[in-house]
């Protein structure tokens, strides 16, 4: 079984919690391109990325599970009342066609750390239930009639799981420096969770 930590590890990546990004692209890894002007710079809704992305298969056969898009989903008012400073909005994307498509943020305030929210086709939501075993920390809850799984691999980290259309999409809190009490770090990616779930479309069977 494919760990969710294969669809994640940009996310830890872009955190510097790792050396080497190992996700699923396909085709070759692109950082630049010809024409930036013409790159997709927005979601289906036409609301703009926070950022501009270089990436022209940004959104790809690898991540098109669901139409909801985390890097747009909340404003700016939002963000902040859960902490997190929207000025700080980076794209998971380090390649193209890459899995994970989502948002990076930094929380308000020293030594608060970083939180994530990004979709992917793989794994799925169902494989994600499947492969728990190596969580230290892991539940589910239920927030507004849909399944949210709670997992956390060690002290540093804690992430939430919920399904939109096809896909699911992985919400992640991370604070190497003077972490707080696990259950402190879950109920931040909790608190994400339960603002940004109206957002995305209904799980499809």
Known sequence: MVSTFSVYCSILC???????AACT???????????PTAIRQADDQGRKLPFKTLFPNRWSKNNNGTSYEPCTALTNDDLASVGVDPSSAED????DHQTARGCLWRYVGNNMGRISQATGNRPSFEENI???GW????Y??????????VNSRDRFTCMTTVKS????????????????????LCARAISFTKLTIPEMPLPIP
């Open 14 to 20: 872009a955190s510097g919690l790792c050396a080497v």
């Open 25 to 35: 692209t396909d085709g070759q890894p692109q950082s630049t391109v010809e024409n």
């Open 92 to 95: 998971v994307a380090l390649a």
């Open 130 to 132: 499947r492969d728990r």
């Open 135 to 138: 969580y230290k920390i892991s």
């Open 140 to 149: 589910n809850l239920t927030v507004g009639d849909r399944l949210v799984l």
């Open 165 to 184: 259309a096809h896909s699911p999409v992985h919400t992640t809190v991370i604070q190497t420096s003077h972490p707080p009490e696990t259950s402190k």
